[in-house]
């Protein structure tokens, strides 16, 4: 794989990126008006979202930072994006350019005021694994075995601009509106100068170490302060494969259902024990290992539950509130879902919407045991997620919903389900951390 020499930093070169993607996009939508003229439109449609999806993310994989994070993001959308941009996008999660020898040095000489091979016994300039904020390498200190994450330079300062680019575009996708629309961009801007503060991650690490390491067949790496600073981390290397290419070749149901259950309980006692939860939860931060125990290495992206936002948004998975109209009314009003000033067909709408998706989505909790295997069960959350996503209706109304506090714990079901669905977990204890 090439390696990058440079990132664009200033805002001047990060928008000039953007624009000359912008120029291949509009060049290849010319091509699809001429392509749906001699063959099928579906084929040239296809062949439209695999052009423009390879054109974007080779943009955002050099801009790395903030802009390659959203597309990390987007790649869980699974039911939003057409697939050729999921199955792209998806690479953001653990598979990018990594810098050069020579910009590792550079950055880690800034951060430490030596070099690596000043610090460590062995210090692997190449690195293993890079992803949107930062890449891994591997060392080796007193007969240990370390990983190295190195932030790549400038991601912190242009986390702002970046944001300012990529808000027309997000509220373009995801039918957003002015309205309101502020305090969302202000929690995700909020999340990512988090997940660029290093020592912040260490610290909610070690936190999320000593509350979960109870927990059956999870593992946890250790963490060095001392070989760490705001934008280098240093851990113990853990050696397993990505859960997502285990899933792809795994054939022991047994094992399946272990690394689910152990995942299963892991999110459910962050959520309801510790009130704060691990918000990323795509393939590339978790591993398996050789004795089938699965490893949780990464711990950026952390979301509070506050206390007001927890009780009434878990209550609306009770089957008394679901089947209680006035109840259920009164739960969307105090979780923002609904406002007192909407129109009466804004109302019936919401009310209908977010009634037959949470019925569905929060069928697994009103069970003692759950077969998240089931692709049933899945193409429906997908039909519903698309039905309303898609619908005009939505498009004309100001989509705009729910409490900010719903952006990253709807993530963190969302990507949980289609990890427990990618593992094809079944049987599993929905209650399990109640014992823990």
């Given amino acids: 794989m090439k390696t990058l020499k440079s990132i664009p930093i200033s805002k001047i070169q990060r928008a000039s990126k953007l624009v000359q993607t912008g120029a291949k996009v509009g060049v290849n939508y010319l091509k699809y008006y001429g392509d749906k003229m001699v063959n099928p439109e579906e084929e040239a449609k296809e062949r439209l979202d695999e052009s423009n999806a390879t054109d974007i993310y080779d943009s955002l994989k050099d801009l790395k930072g903030s802009a390659l994070k959203l597309a990390q993001m987007l790649s869980m959308e699974k039911n939003i994006l057409p697939q050729a941009y999921v199955e792209k996008f998806s690479l953001s999660q653990f598979s990018v350019p990594p810098l050069s020898g020579p910009l590792v040095m550079k950055t880690f000489k800034k951060s430490f005021g030596k070099f690596p091979n000043e610090i460590f016994d062995i210090f692997n300039p190449e690195a293993i694994n890079a992803a949107s904020i930062g890449q891994v390498h591997k060392a080796e200190k007193e ?37 309101h629309s502020e305090v969302y961009f202000k929690e995700v801007e909020g999340k990512l100068l988090e997940e660029t503060d290093y020592l912040l991650e260490i610290e909610q690490s070690k936190e999320v170490v000593a509350a979960c390491s109870h927990i059956p067949n999870l593992q946890f790496p250790r963490y060095y302060e001392a070989f760490s600073s705001k934008q280098i981390i240093t851990m113990d290397w853990m050696d397993g494969i990505h859960l ?11 094992l399946a259902n272990q690394l689910g259950q152990a995942l299963w309980d892991f999110y459910l006692y962050q959520m309801h024990t510790l009130k704060k939860v691990h918000a990323d939860p795509h393939p590339g931060n978790f591993l398996v290992s050789e004795e089938g125990q699965l490893i949780a290495i ?139």
Avoid: W
Avoid at 148 to 166: C, N
Avoid at 244 to 254: D, G, H, R, V
Avoid at 350 to 373: A, G, I, K, N, Y
């Fill in 143 to 179: 007969g240990k075995t370390l990983a190295v994450k190195i932030q790549y330079p400038g991601v912190a300062d242009s986390i702002l601009s970046d944001i300012a680019m990529i808000k027309p575009i997000a509220i373009k996708m995801f039918k957003i509106k002015g309205e």
């Fill in 244 to 254: 997502s290419e285990f899933a792809k070749t795994n054939t022991n149901i047994e």
């Fill in 298 to 436: 990464d711990f950026g992206c952390m979301k509070i539950i506050p206390e007001d936002f927890y009780v009434p948004y878990f209550e609306l998975f009770s089957k008394d509130i679901l089947d209680d109209p006035v109840l259920f009314h009164n739960q969307l009003l105090e979780l923002e879902i609904l406002r007192v000033l909407d129109t009466q067909e804004e109302t019936l709408f919401f009310t209908t919407m977010f009634h037959e998706v949470l019925s569905f989505f929060t069928q697994p909790f009103r069970e003692e045991r759950f077969d998240f295997s089931d692709p049933v069960f899945f193409e429906k959350i997908g039909a519903i997620g698309e039905r309303y996503f898609k619908s005009t209706r939505t498009q004309n109304m100001n989509a705009n919903r729910g409490s900010r506090h719903f952006i990253y714990l709807n993530r963190m079901f969302f990507g949980l389900f289609n990890l427990m669905f990618d593992l094809q977990a079944k049987n599993i204890s929905i209650n399990n951390y109640k014992t823990l």
